[in-house]
């Protein structure tokens, strides 16, 4: 039973991801209606007697089959097109957070209060206990408040990177001399765990990331105590 689990995605940690998981059911159904159809018609013929071999051309038939694909696309591609919108939407954000790239491991600048930074290490195999996720738990988590906007900033000191939380539906490279920016917002307080998603050396599944998500009076009273 496990074992099937893998294969799904992972609960949504956001509103954006959830409408990515409801754009991936929507393609789905869509492209298994057309494989469905089509292996029907293709048994149906194997099986049918019943055959035109004087039927090289049809206009009409031509007409259809070349039609019917095109709405299929347009159905998939509208969808598509108003997500790609909402991602790079920013939403007058009450937060920014740099988030910096290296070989191997993350470091986080809070930009919008003094002296705010600290890095993201892995924690050892030694260091961990039976609470911890092997490869994926870090010393120093990205703190952020539930249900605001949040813009995340996020370069490279080194070589191209890329900060992924998949839980969020966020993917953005970390490239060097360049700064990305994209908008967050976490409707439930969490642990949500991502990868480096670039092959950035060979330490490169060693550089984790984990998101923190805390209600705003924990996220001050933790801004304080810094």
Not at 29 to 52: R, V
Not at 132 to 156: A, E, G, H, K, Y
Request: net charge neutral.
């Amino acid at each position: 039973m496990n074992t099937w689990t893998n294969f799904y995605l992972q609960d949504a940690g956001s509103p954006m991801m959830e409408q990515l998981m409801f754009f991936h059911d929507h393609a789905m159904t869509i492209l298994i209606l057309i494989t469905t159809s089509i292996m029907y018609i293709m048994i149906y013929m194997f099986i049918n007697k019943l055959k035109n071999k004087n039927l090289l051309n049809h206009q009409n038939i031509e007409i259809i089959w070349t039609i019917s694909p095109t709405f299929m696309l347009i159905f998939i591609a509208l969808p598509s097109i108003h997500l790609l919108y909402l991602m790079d939407e920013m939403n007058s954000p009450i937060l920014t957070i740099k988030a910096i790239g290296h070989q191997w491991y993350w470091s986080y600048e809070y930009t919008d209060f003094k002296n705010i930074e600290f890095d993201s290490y892995m924690i050892k195999k030694n260091d961990t206990n039976l609470n911890s996720f092997r490869l994926l738990d870090v010393d120093n988590n990205m703190i952020v408040p539930t249900n605001s906007q949040i813009r995340i900033l996020v370069s490279s000191t080194d070589v191209i990177h890329s900060w992924t939380i998949p839980s969020l539906g966020k993917k953005i490279d970390a490239i060097p001399g360049r700064l990305n920016q994209m908008n967050m917002l976490i409707k439930r307080p969490g642990l949500f765990f991502g990868q480096c998603s670039e092959i950035c050396g060979a330490n490169h599944s060693f550089m984790p990331i984990v998101v923190e998500s805390i209600p705003m009076k924990n996220f001050l009273n933790w801004i304080y105590s810094m």
